[in-house]
Each structure stands twice: as C-alpha cells, then as structure tokens.
C-alpha cells in the first residue's frame, strides 16, 4: 500500500501553501510492486490538467513541482503503475480509480501587508451565507464541496 501525508515534510515540502514559483518536494512511500508514480494535478483557476513523473528512490518515489507564477489552487493526486501494468490512484481517501479525493495546495503570491492594516477591527463578512434565494451548485466542483442547508 503506498503512503504520502501531506502533513509530513517527508512527503511534502514545504508544509502547507506556497508561494507563487516555490519548488516543492513530493515523496510516496511505496513497495517494491510498483514501477513508476506520477503527479496528477490539476490547476483549477487555469482549468489546466497536467502530470509529472516521480523519480524512483529508496523506498518510494519522488520529484519537484514548481508551483504556477500566479495565484492559484493545485489539486493533485498519484497515479501508480504496478510491475504487472495495472494502475491505482492515490489521494486523500486512499487507493482506487482515478475518482480519489484530491489534495489541495494553495498557491499565492507574497505581497506586503499593507502598514494600516493591523490598526483597527477587521471583520470578514460572508453576505451569501445570510440570505440566499437558491442553494449554490456544487455538483463539478473540486474537493467535495456542500451547500449548507439552514
């Protein structure tokens, strides 16, 4: 069974979002079953699908990801190919077809905070959520998105 944690600098670094052009290390612990592993991911903001080959390793595979000069938001998953040919994808929800739950990486760009901001209340106002004449459809949206029902 391979293993990544997204949470764990031995599978990915560095932890959490990135910045716009960061390099970021990916390693999949995996047995000796399977031949090659992949980065499947995703560009939501660009609607851009894309791969890149993990190289083999002791104990696994790995490989760097640059992420995108812009904003954005990077949903990937693994593609591992065993010895005999047959595929499995590994995401969040672990191993199994391509339909694996995606992890998420968050890509911004490193701007100053603006010097008045921390002289005063900020409040973050969601008007969606206080009065809404239909629900949102969320059915073809990445990473298992609901509409709150109230």
């Known amino acids: 069974m391979p293993i990544f944690n997204s949470r764990k600098e031995k599978h990915k670094s560095p932890f959490g979002a990135v910045t716009c052009g ?14 090659a592993c992949s980065l499947c991911y995703h560009r939501e903001f660009a609607n851009k699908k894309s791969e890149r080959k993990l190289r083999p390793c002791p104990g696994g595979f790995r490989g760097v990801y640059t992420a995108p000069a812009e904003g954005e938001l990077v949903w ?25 739950t995606p992890w998420q990486m968050t890509v911004y760009e ?8 921390g002289d005063g209340v900020t409040y973050q106002i969601f008007p969606d959520r206080f009065y809404r004449t239909a629900l949102p459809r969320v059915e073809g949206l990445l990473g298992e998105r609901r509409a709150h029902v109230g």
């Open 76 to 100: 990937y998953t693994f593609r591992l190919t065993r010895n005999d040919g047959s595929v499995v994808y590994l995401g969040k929800n672990g191993c199994g077809g391509a339909d694996r």
């Open 110 to 117: 490193d701007t100053p905070t603006p010097q008045w901001f």
């Open 22 to 35: 960061t390099r970021v290390r990916f390693f999949v612990a995996a047995e000796e079953e399977f031949a």
